[in-house]
């Protein structure tokens, strides 16, 4: 059961874009469309951020949007905006089990 | 207001037992799978143990199955984590999360954690 690979780091200024990836196996993130995206900032629980690979949970900016290809999935942070430094973390649904990712440190220059 | 509240986190030496407890409210707790996540110090984010509404599906992770056991009552809107055999890295916050099919059986509600410290 190996976690899923995300950079350990991204950054970024204001108002630009950036995208986190997230590579799994073809055990879970290639066999499902069943990926999600957490926000964590620092002594908080995570936030869902994306469900079932790009959908946006009510609430959620629309700066956020996620997608996949094959065993690779991706979150994209549109306009960065400073509110939006946190961890980040995808997670698949792998049959009976969940998988999360590594985890990405996102910085706004 | 929903809300989940963990509980019965601590200071234990390893080889020993402790019971994880997470409280449900404002939503109908018996309607949705629940888990356990757990995240050590300064690390990510680490699956440990799902629930079906009904206690007919449960899952483990490899690092714990045969250690841990996941319950829940319905009856009392709550959700458990028997916790044996503990090692040094089980050393973390132990965050239940409810699960909501509507949303691709993501993690849509946390609770803020409780922490296991294993230590002699």
């Known amino acids: 059961q190996s976690a899923l690979t995300q950079p350990a780091s991204v950054s970024g200024s204001p108002g630009q874009s950036i995208t986190i990836s997230c590579t799994g196996t073809?055990?879970?993130?290639?066999?499902?469309?069943?990926v999600s995206w957490y926000q964590q900032h620092p002594g908080k629980a995570p936030k869902l951020m994306i469900y079932?690979?790009?959908k946006r949970p009510s609430g959620v900016s629309n700066r956020f949007s996620g997608s996949k290809s094959g065993n690779t999935a991706s979150l994209t942070i549109s306009g960065l905006q400073a509110e939006d430094e946190a961890d980040y973390y995808c997670?698949?649904?792998?049959?009976?089990?969940?998988?999360f990712g590594t985890g990405t440190k996102v910085t706004v220059l | 207001e929903v809300q989940l509240v963990e509980s019965g986190g601590g200071l234990v030496q390893p080889g020993r037992s402790l019971r994880l407890s997470c409280a449900a409210s404002?939503?109908?707790?018996?309607?949705?799978?629940m888990h356990w996540v757990r995240q050590a110090p300064g690390k990510g984010l680490e699956w440990v143990s799902g629930?079906?509404?009904?206690?007919?599906?449960?899952g483990y992770a490899d690092s714990v199955k045969g250690r841990f056991t996941i319950s829940r009552d319905n009856a009392k809107n709550s959700l458990y984590l028997q916790m044996n055999s503990l090692r040094a890295e089980d050393t973390a916050l132990y965050y239940c999360?409810?699960?909501?099919?509507?949303?691709?059986?993501?993690?849509?509600?946390w609770g803020q954690g409780t922490m296991v410290t294993v230590s002699s």
């Open positions: 999360a409810k699960v909501d099919k509507f949303l691709g059986g993501a993690f849509d509600i």
């Open positions: 404002g939503f109908t707790f018996d309607d949705y799978a």
């Open positions: 629930i079906s509404w009904n206690s007919g599906s449960i």
């Open positions: 073809s055990s879970d993130v290639g066999s499902y469309n069943l």
């Open positions: 079932e690979v790009s």
């Open positions: 997670c698949s649904y792998a049959g009976s089990r969940r998988v």
